[in-house]
Nanobody, 122 residues
Framework: QVQLVESGGGLVQAGTSLRLSCIAS????????MGWYRQTSGKQREMVAT?????????NYADSVRGRFTISRDNTKRRVYLQMENLQPEDTDIYYC??????????????WGQGTQVTVSA
């Protein structure tokens, strides 16, 4: 079994910063990619930022956050961070961590965390 646990969400004012963290644990052989997605009730979940460990830590960002958000990892390649700068009310959402993992059964599976709420007040 594999678990993803997010942390770091909260209520902040517009223009301030927040850092999210996600750690993967369990029956992991390799973590291939990790990323952050966000979703508001009734809307489609959208990609915020991804990092590809198999491709030299290449990153990808949504246009709406490029230049304000930064995704990074720790040395274990089991934890990723999302540093969010200059937050705006439109960034209010539930943020989910996703990881593409080869588990110990040699299955390639996408796992999701439970989500962490980010609320930005004007």
């Amino acid at each position: 079994q594999v678990q993803l646990v997010e942390s770091g969400g909260g209520l902040v004012q517009a223009g301030t910063s927040l850092r999210l963290s996600c750690i993967a644990s369990g029956n992991i052989l390799t973590v291939n990619t990790m990323g952050w997605y966000r979703q508001t009730s009734g809307k489609q979940r959208e990609m915020v930022a991804t990092i590809n460990f198999a491709r030299g830590d290449s990153t990808n960002y949504a246009d709406s956050v490029r230049g304000r958000f930064t995704i990074s990892r720790d040395n274990t390649k089991r934890r990723v961070y999302l540093q969010m700068e200059n937050l705006q009310p439109e960034d209010t959402d539930i943020y989910y961590c996703k990881a593409e993992i080869t588990n110990t059964r040699m299955s390639l599976v996408n796992y999701w965390g439970q989500g962490t709420q980010v609320t930005v007040s004007a």
